[in-house]
């Protein structure tokens, strides 16, 4: 009983339930960092008493827990207990700041500029509908942006939850920015990206970001050229993904892709005055318009880094910290992006919903505890990536990556 009064309490102290959202995230920081403190035979228990307190919050990942059973094991030494404490200790500092953040602050500023995008669209469209070379470019400039604003920094936020406290409207935004607007089907949207790529950042065979790779086209077409038929590509990946699904499942997103699309298409032919081939090419070059710092963003904080084999990895704190890479700041990259996906990644993977604002508003206390705990807080410019992977892209795209043993960690 000592072992489960333990664990209870220090559940319900350090993970207050304060959004959904943020309560999900720190839901699964405790089980990766109690689990290798849990007696095997208490797991179950901890787990229902935890999920008594937050029973209307989304199920913790198969993956999440199937991790947990690998870590189930006692504590060897004094050193590795202290260890154990360092994520916990990291979440309540920026828990702290989210508890004293204003809604504006935590949702309100990402939500505005995702408002903004919606707003700019028909001005866009009229600009299109110009004679005038100068106002059609500056309406297909426009209505490049706007999508990219609304396709990455819109699926990837409303991916995590991140747009809304409220669950129903947390999925009612995933459908919306995933289906609607990315032509992608948001149930193996958010299994790949959240409940692999971040459940399993780096690690061989699960979120490795291998999927990212392309190895038969060379380097100058994969960095330069395929990027730019992502428009093309992504629906129909998105239909191939369709295989197995309910039907509900499968139904809602041919309609919702196809509404997107459709959508699009109709607004360039009739508020645009657009003819079908004009419209078609159009939309290619607004939504191909930021597919080239798209595909390299996803590859150049992941890539190259340790990874780590499924049987030996690093607690978490370790692998996000030695596994995921900041980029520095970026105007355009920031707005359109959002700092989750650029220069505040490392926080981002440590706290997957934050929004991007509250990202930046923790990337100081972030950075300093790493530093001071001496953990790896790793940054470098985009040029000097895309310089690494022109010059190594045989090894970091092509073959396979080698894997990292972090010694008295693992």
Same mark, same amino acid.
């Given at each position: 009983?000592?072992?489960?009064?333990?664990?209870? +309490?220090?559940?319900?102290?350090v993970f207050p339930a304060q959004s959904q959202s943020f309560f999900?995230?720190?839901?699964? +920081?405790?089980?990766?960092?109690?689990? @290798?403190?849990?007696?095997?035979?208490?797991?179950?228990?901890?787990?229902?008493?935890?999920?008594?307190?937050?029973?209307?919050?989304?199920?913790?990942?198969?993956?999440?827990?199937?991790?947990?059973?690998?870590?189930?094991? !006692?504590?060897?030494?004094?050193?590795?207990? #202290?260890?154990?404490?360092?994520?916990?200790? %990291?979440?309540?500092?920026?828990?702290?700041?989210?508890?004293?953040? @204003?809604?504006?602050?935590?949702?309100?500023?990402?939500?505005?500029?995702?408002?903004?995008?919606?707003?700019?669209?028909?001005?866009?469209? &009229?600009?299109?509908?110009?004679?005038?070379?100068?106002?059609?470019?500056?309406?297909?400039?426009? /209505?490049?942006?706007?999508?990219?604003?609304?396709?990455?920094?819109?699926?990837?936020?409303?991916?995590?939850?991140? %747009?809304?406290?409220?669950?129903?409207?947390?999925?009612?935004?995933?459908?919306?920015?995933?289906?609607?607007?990315?032509?992608?089907?948001?149930?193996?949207?958010?299994?790949?990206?959240?409940?692999?790529?971040?459940?399993?950042?780096?690690?061989?065979?699960?979120?490795?970001?291998?999927?990212?790779?392309?190895?038969?086209?060379?380097?100058i077409m994969y960095l330069f050229v395929a990027p730019l038929t992502?428009?093309?590509?992504?629906?129909?990946?998105? /239909?191939?993904?369709?295989?197995?699904?309910?039907?509900?499942?499968?139904?809602?997103?041919?309609? $919702?892709?196809?509404?997107?699309?459709?959508?699009?298409?109709?607004?360039?032919? $009739?508020? @645009?005055?657009?003819? +079908?081939?004009?419209?078609? %090419?159009? /939309? &290619?070059?607004?939504?191909?318009?930021? @597919?080239?710092?798209?595909?390299?963003?996803?590859?150049?904080?992941?890539?190259?880094?340790?990874?780590?084999?499924? =049987?030996?990895?690093?607690?978490?704190?370790?692998?996000?910290?030695?596994?995921?890479? =900041?980029? !520095?700041? =970026? !105007?355009?990259? #920031?707005?359109?992006?959002?700092?989750?996906?650029?220069?505040?990644?490392?926080?981002?993977?440590?706290? !997957?919903?934050?929004? #991007? =604002?509250?990202?930046?508003?923790?990337k100081p206390i972030v950075s300093r505890y790493l530093k001071e705990?001496?953990?790896?807080?790793?940054? #470098?410019?985009?040029?000097?990536?895309?310089?690494?992977?022109?010059?190594?892209?045989?090894?970091?795209?092509?073959?396979?990556?080698?894997?990292?043993?972090?010694?008295?960690?693992?």
């Amino acid at each position: 009983m000592g072992h489960i009064n333990k664990v209870y +309490c220090l559940k319900v102290t350090v993970f207050p339930a304060q959004s959904q959202s943020f309560f999900r995230e720190l839901e699964f +920081c405790a089980f990766i960092y109690l689990g @290798s403190d849990i007696h095997p035979s208490l797991a179950g228990i901890t787990i229902t008493l935890f999920h008594q307190v937050s029973s209307s919050m989304q199920k913790v990942p198969e993956e999440w827990t199937e991790r947990e059973r690998e870590m189930e094991q !006692p504590v060897r030494s004094g050193g590795e207990e #202290d260890r154990e404490t360092l994520m916990m200790e %990291l979440t309540r500092l920026v828990q702290k700041t989210v508890k004293e953040s @204003s809604w504006w602050e935590r949702r309100g500023i990402d939500c505005s500029i995702l408002a903004m995008a919606f707003i700019s669209l028909p001005a866009a469209f &009229l600009l299109l509908g110009s004679s005038q070379v100068v106002w059609f470019a500056l309406g297909l400039l426009v /209505m490049g942006v706007a999508h990219a604003v609304i396709t990455v920094k819109g699926t990837h936020l409303s991916s995590h939850g991140a %747009l809304s406290e409220s669950a129903v409207w947390g999925q009612f935004w995933a459908v919306f920015f995933i289906e609607v607007c990315g032509s992608f089907t948001a149930r193996a949207g958010v299994k790949a990206h959240v409940k692999m790529h971040h459940a399993h950042t780096n690690v061989i065979g699960l979120g490795d970001s291998s999927t990212w790779k392309v190895p038969f086209l060379p380097r100058i077409m994969y960095l330069f050229v395929a990027p730019l038929t992502v428009p093309i590509i992504t629906p129909i990946v998105a /239909m191939g993904q369709l295989k197995g699904q309910p039907l509900w499942a499968v139904v809602r997103t041919v309609v $919702c892709v196809s509404l997107g699309v459709y959508s699009q298409y109709i607004l360039l032919r $009739c508020v @645009s005055g657009l003819e +079908c081939g004009p419209a078609l %090419l159009v /939309m &290619l070059l607004s939504r191909a318009m930021f @597919s080239l710092p798209y595909i390299h963003v996803n590859i150049f904080q992941h890539i190259g880094l340790p990874m780590f084999s499924p =049987n030996r990895r690093p607690k978490r704190i370790y692998q996000m910290s030695h596994g995921v890479l =900041n980029l !520095p700041r =970026n !105007p355009l990259l #920031d707005w359109t992006f959002g700092h989750s996906l650029i220069n505040c990644h490392v926080e981002h993977h440590l706290f !997957p919903s934050l929004s #991007d =604002n509250m990202c930046l508003k923790v990337k100081p206390i972030v950075s300093r505890y790493l530093k001071e705990k001496s953990l790896p807080y790793q940054e #470098d410019s985009y040029l000097s990536r895309l310089s690494l992977f022109f010059h190594k892209y045989q090894e970091l795209m092509v073959c396979a990556p080698p894997i990292t043993e972090l010694v008295g960690v693992q």
